[in-house]
């Protein structure tokens, strides 16, 4: 008859009376698979292997991962329908069968916080991975909030952290960001303990994490291939602005850029028009073309860009992809239509002539 069933760690043992002084039998006893362990924190346990002490009369099951301390578990004992491996004394006396049978939890109190182990992030996710003694891991349920982490780029081009999700039993916490990381960038994270609150960044057992400063990410982010493309061209006044669609997030090259020789701006008007200087916004993934007269609202206007044959100062995003030429491209006139008269000259004074 089971007389006890307690846990501490990885081993689970189960205490029987026996009449007989022969106790138990250590030969012929049920395999692994008759026996069924369950948490109710639904994290799985199973059994690796049984060994039966006789004289002791104890079942001991040796699980695969260490119980927590503060798991209830129980415990179900299902006696094999055919053979003679069963759970039984040295008379051949089988035992009963168990039910959800309670199992005191005997295991150690984790007393030790989670370690930070790792930091990569992959276009819009950043995931830290820690180590964690308990096998129940992390606490999913009370977690630190998106503003208790500062991503940053050495581009300078702003992370924000939209959401914060926690696998428990993976010991992983993956932020997503507001943007994809680029492939080139250099990023680093820094996670400040709330300091009020049980949400906090913690194990299930509810020892908390150490803060994280300037704490370098590995980046994992796939390369840009992707050449920036044509958008749209408009004009107003002496600003003609080109727009590019580009997949990463640090957008044009502000630096390496094509120079005023590039582009060529002409109008049906036969008026000549000259680019005097570019200027790129990264971020905004625009060209801007100063030109050295105003564009009247009734022109209409073509414009011509020739990527330069030797050099890297052409049109190109920040991954160093190369745009490509455009040819008798047709803008959109925004200039503001011209509602101001000719003014007459203000008549001469006669001149007094003396003789």
């Known amino acids: 008859m089971l007389s006890s069933a307690t846990v501490s760690g990885h081993d689970l043992v189960l205490t029987y009376t026996e009449a007989s002084s022969l106790g138990l039998d250590a030969i012929n006893t049920a395999p692994a698979a008759a026996f069924a362990v369950s948490s109710a924190s639904g994290v799985a346990i199973t059994v690796e292997s049984v060994t039966v002490s006789a004289t002791a009369k104890t079942v001991t099951l040796h699980l695969n991962r260490a119980v927590d301390s503060g798991e209830a578990v129980t415990l179900n004992y299902t006696r094999p329908a055919t053979g003679n491996d069963v759970l039984q004394d040295a008379a051949g006396n089988d035992a009963a069968n168990l039910t959800n049978q309670a199992v005191t939890n005997n295991s150690a109190a984790d007393t030790t916080a989670p370690v930070f182990g790792s930091a990569t992030v992959s276009g819009r996710n950043l995931v830290l991975t820690y180590t964690e003694a308990s096998s129940l891991g ?3 349920t009370h977690t630190a909030p998106a503003t208790a982490y500062a991503v940053s780029s050495a581009s300078g081009v702003a992370i924000s952290v939209e959401n914060v999700t926690v696998n428990a039993t993976a010991k992983t916490v993956t932020l997503h960001l507001s943007r994809d990381v680029d492939s080139t960038e250099v990023v680093s994270l820094n996670y400040t303990r709330p300091e009020t609150g049980n949400d906090v960044l913690q194990d299930a057992a509810g020892n908390d994490a150490a803060n994280l400063t300037n704490q370098v990410v590995t980046n994992g982010s796939a390369a840009d291939t992707t050449a920036p493309v044509f ?35 002409s109008s049906v008007s036969g008026l000549a028009i000259t680019v005097e200087s570019v200027t790129v916004n990264a971020t905004a993934k625009t060209v801007t073309l100063l030109l050295n007269r105003g564009v009247d609202s009734t022109e209409v206007v073509s414009l011509g860009y020739t990527r330069p044959a030797t050099g890297n100062d052409v049109l190109q995003d920040a991954a160093g992809n ?17 509602t101001t008269a000719p003014c007459s000259a203000a008549p001469r004074s006669p001149e007094t002539i003396w003789y």
């Open 231 to 265: 958008g749209s061209a408009a004009v107003s006044g002496r600003n003609l602005v080109l727009t590019y669609t580009e997949a990463s997030s640090l957008g044009l090259d502000a630096v390496h850029t094509a120079p005023t020789t590039a582009f060529a701006v």
């Open 322 to 338: 190369d745009a490509a030429n455009l040819t008798n491209q047709a803008v959109t006139n925004n200039s503001a239509a011209d």
């Open 138 to 140: 992390l606490d999913a």
